[in-house]
Nanobody, 123 residues
Framework: QVQLVESGGGLVQAGDSLRLSCTLS????????MAWFRQPPGKGREFVAN????????SSADSVEGRFIISRDNGKNTVYLQMNSLLPEDTAVYYC????????????????WGQGTQVAVSS
């Protein structure tokens, strides 16, 4: 079992930056691939970025490419999402998730989920 807890959300203005954190507890084996998803108001949950267990492979959605950076510190059992140049359309609840394999981009492929942290970007 893995427990995930997100933090770092908040209300910011367009153009600002935020860093989200996701702390793992329980079975914190570093081989879990991790990802960030988000769910905008009234919409479904969508992929944002993922990272492999070693932290040396990442990918991100086109909508955040060049603005958001995913990283991890296995010594701290923490995954980060650095969000720069935020836009109002980035407003969503952000979730971290864990999977057995890297490269997944679909919700159903992730086994463990956090409760989410709210990010609101005003124009």
């Amino acid at each position: 079992q893995v427990q995930l807890v997100e933090s770092g959300g908040g209300l910011v203005q367009a153009g600002d930056s935020l860093r989200l954190s996701c702390t793992l507890s329980g079975d914190t084996a570093s081989w879990y691939a991790m990802a960030w998803f988000r769910q905008p108001p009234g919409k479904g949950r969508e992929f944002v970025a993922n990272i492999n267990g070693g932290g040396d492979s990442t990918s991100s959605a086109d909508s955040v490419e060049g603005r958001f950076i995913i990283s991890r510190d296995n010594g701290k059992n923490t995954v980060y999402l650095q969000m720069n140049s935020l836009l109002p359309e980035d407003t969503a609840v952000y979730y971290c998730a864990a999977a057995n394999n890297y490269g997944y981009r679909f919700v159903r492929q992730y086994r463990y989920w956090g409760q989410g942290t709210q990010v609101a970007v005003s124009s």
